[in-house]
């Protein structure tokens, strides 16, 4: 069974700072890989998905994320933080041919003017 | 398109009482997840269906939880009898596409049981 590891609970960035946000994925084979962002009081909202291909990946509202198989990683990137990305970021996976998403614990970004 | 529909979004009610979420679908979307959000347990699958047929329903903590999906856009999730314990965001998520994984979320309920 697949499992997902966000190690850091909260981060703290300064506006206009660069962001990288760690996930961690366990699997047998190459994943289906996500990351969602929560605002607060809302539903999560899709950023970016990896399935195959180009091992980097662009999302919405300036994000990016690489996939690293000797890592078995799939960070999250923005080179410039705004005020507006303060929210909480899941990383989540998905076996090939199932449809059942498994998330990580999620990550609070919190944003310092 | 609308995107996922939840109903109520904030529900307030008593322990013991009978409560029903309400989720609709995207058009198009067959498989249909609900989840449970709180601070101590993070974002708990559970139970999804595919195609109205209830694929996985391991998450779901006890038998005072019960899911159903009467047609192909529309579940509610049943709590009969509420509990203090059951207070949490509860939100379905719904997809087009077996194989794709990618989930669609609704805004979410948030419910408190006193």
């Known amino acids: 069974a697949q499992s997902v590891t966000q190690p850091d609970i909260h981060i703290t960035v300064s506006e206009g700072a660069s962001l990288e946000l760690r996930c961690n994925y366990s699997y047998g084979a190459t994943p289906y890989l996500f990351w969602y962002v929560q605002s607060p009081g809302q539903g999560l909202q899709l950023l970016l998905k990896y399935f195959s291909g180009d091992t980097l990946v662009q999302g919405i509202k300036g994000f990016e994320a690489e996939f690293k198989r000797s890592q078995s990683s799939f960070n999250l990137r923005k080179p410039s933080v705004h005020w507006s990305d303060a929210a909480e970021y899941f990383c989540?996976?998905?076996?090939?041919?199932?449809?059942?998403?498994?998330f990580g614990a999620g990550t609070i970004l919190r944003v310092k003017s | 398109d609308a995107g996922v529909i939840q109903s109520p979004r904030h529900e307030v009610t008593e322990m013991g009482q009978e409560v029903t979420l309400r989720c609709k679908l995207i058009s198009g979307h067959n498989s249909l997840f609900w989840y449970r959000q709180t601070m101590m347990r993070g974002l708990e699958l559970l139970i999804y269906?595919?195609?109205?047929?209830?694929?996985?329903d391991s998450g779901m903590p006890e038998d005072r939880f019960s899911a159903k999906m009467p047609n192909a856009s529309f579940s509610t999730l049943k709590i009969q009898p509420s509990e203090p314990r059951d207070s949490a965001v509860y939100f379905c998520?719904?997809?087009?596409?077996?194989?794709?994984?990618?989930?669609?979320f609704g805004p979410g309920t948030r419910l408190t049981v006193l």
């Open positions: 989540a996976v998905g076996a090939i041919g199932g449809n059942k998403l498994v």
């Open positions: 998520a719904s997809s087009v596409d077996y194989s794709y994984n990618e989930q669609f």
């Open positions: 269906f595919n195609n109205n047929v209830p694929i996985d």
